[in-house]
């Protein structure tokens, strides 16, 4: 694997996050969870191999609305 070290502060990540769109934001921070957490990556899979294999309830079978 190829490293590519870029001389960026926290500062500027953090100015640039505040800049993004709600949707953008959202989609940036999911990444950043897959990329730093086998855990979540985990329960991505789960979440999606359930889903395929029809072991999922809808909102209204759980809550009742």
Known sequence: MIEVKVPISSDYIIE???K???HERESFIED???I???D???SV???RAD???G???SHKEIFGE
């Open 32 to 34: 950043l969870l897959a």
């Open 36 to 38: 730093t957490s086998p």
């Open 20 to 22: 993004m769109k709600k």
């Open 40 to 42: 979540y990556m985990q």
């Open 51 to 53: 889903y395929k294999s």
């Open 55 to 57: 072991r999922t309830k």
């Open 16 to 18: 640039a996050v505040k």
């Open 45 to 47: 899979k789960e979440a």
